[in-house]
């Protein structure tokens, strides 16, 4: 089984700084992929990014990028240029390379405040 | 298009009762999946269906069950309704059930058990 730990209840930011969020997962597979979801007030799940495991490089969207440290099983967001709208809690979440189905494993989420 | 749409949005209801939750896909998406996010935590994976078949299930108990119709939507029951089991419930849609296939979530159903 995976788990997925996000060990940032809360954090704040400062409009237009930037913030990370840090994100462990623990996994005996080998393929798989790695998201960060947005959750505003309206509590739509919103994706915000993907990582392939299998990929070295790490993935950016934007102002949003993570640091992807397979051996570490670390994957964390950086958020740059920080706008009030990225209020939201953000959830860090796990699937498996998996074509019978594609379920995430999410972690307990972080909420991030960006303060004007 | 219209995206991943839940109803009710709000539910209110008595311990020992039964509640039956509906979604409806993004059109052409033939996977249905179902999540439990209690306040404060993360969504937990309860059900995927693809072309009404169960593909997956979580480890929640036998009082919870679900199906797909053959227009690809879905319910979520629930029976003899615990306090434990109020909480946000998340539908979320995808065109095939592959690793490369995106989940796209609804709004949510916030049930309350009394």
Not at chain 1, 31 to 60: C, G, H
Not at chain 1, 74 to 82: E, N, W, Y
Request: aromatic share 12%; proline share 4%.
């Amino acid at each position: 089984a995976q788990t997925v730990t996000q060990s940032q209840p809360e954090m704040s930011v400062q409009e237009a700084e930037t913030v990370t969020l840090s994100c462990t997962y623990d996994t005996s597979e080998n393929n798989y992929y790695l998201f960060w979801y947005k959750q505003p007030p309206s509590r739509q799940m919103i994706l915000v990014i993907r990582q392939e495991a299998y990929k070295q490089q790490n993935a950016t969207e934007n102002r949003f990028s993570v640091n992807f440290q397979k051996a570490a099983k670390s994957f964390s967001l950086k958020i740059s240029d920080s706008q009030l709208g990225d209020t939201a809690m953000y959830f860090c979440a796990f699937m498996k390379h998996n074509n019978a189905g594609n379920m995430l494993t999410f972690g307990g989420g972080t909420r991030l405040m960006v303060k004007p | 298009d219209a995206g991943v749409t839940q109803s009710p949005t709000h539910l209110i209801k008595t311990r020992g009762q039964q509640v039956t939750l509906r979604c409806s896909p993004i059109s052409g998406h033939k996977s249905v999946s179902w999540y439990q996010q209690v306040l404060g935590q993360g969504p937990q994976f309860i059900f995927q269906y693809y072309e009404k078949e169960e593909r997956g299930r979580g480890n929640f108990p036998d009082r919870f069950s679900a199906r797909q119709f053959p227009n690809y939507s879905s319910e979520l029951n629930v029976n003899a309704l615990l306090l434990g089991d109020s909480a946000l419930y998340l539908c979320a849609s995808s065109f095939v059930v592959s690793y490369n296939s995106p989940l796209h979530f609804g709004n949510g159903t916030r049930l309350t058990v009394t």
